[in-house]
Nanobody, 129 residues
């Protein structure tokens, strides 16, 4: 059974930083992709960033480019989005999503549309002004 466990959310002031993590289990984590989506109150869910754990290719939404960095530790089956220069508009519940054996094209499409095959339960990030 595929499981995704997010952690690292919390309350931070604008301009601050947080590092989330997503630990995956139930699959081999060598040819797959992990992405992050977020959903703010009253807004649609949006793709934030993603990484191919096989080749390290990364993807970012325009709204977070230059501020967020995603990385993976394949030995720990964990992906880390480092979020810097946080803004109040980054406030949302952040969800980890996993796609098994996704190509780079599928990762990009997933981030821009509906996400991947599996989802975590989310971790809340609140940025105060």
């Amino acid at each position: 059974e595929v499981q995704l466990m997010e952690s690292g959310g919390g309350l931070v002031q604008a301009g601050g930083s947080l590092r989330l993590s997503c630990t995956a289990s139930g699959f081999t984590f060598d040819k797959d992709a992990i992405g992050w989506f977020r959903q703010a109150p009253g807004k649609e869910r949006e793709g934030v960033s993603a990484i191919s754990v096989s080749d390290g290719e990364t993807y970012y939404a325009d709204s977070v480019k230059g501020r967020f960095t995603i990385s993976s530790d394949n030995a720990k089956n964990t992906v880390y989005p480092q979020m810097n220069s946080l803004k109040p508009e980054d406030t949302a519940v952040y969800y980890c999503t996993a796609g098994l054996s996704y190509s780079d094209y599928e990762i990009s499409e997933a981030l821009n549309h509906a996400g991947m095959d599996y989802w975590g339960k989310g971790t809340r990030v609140t940025v105060s002004s």
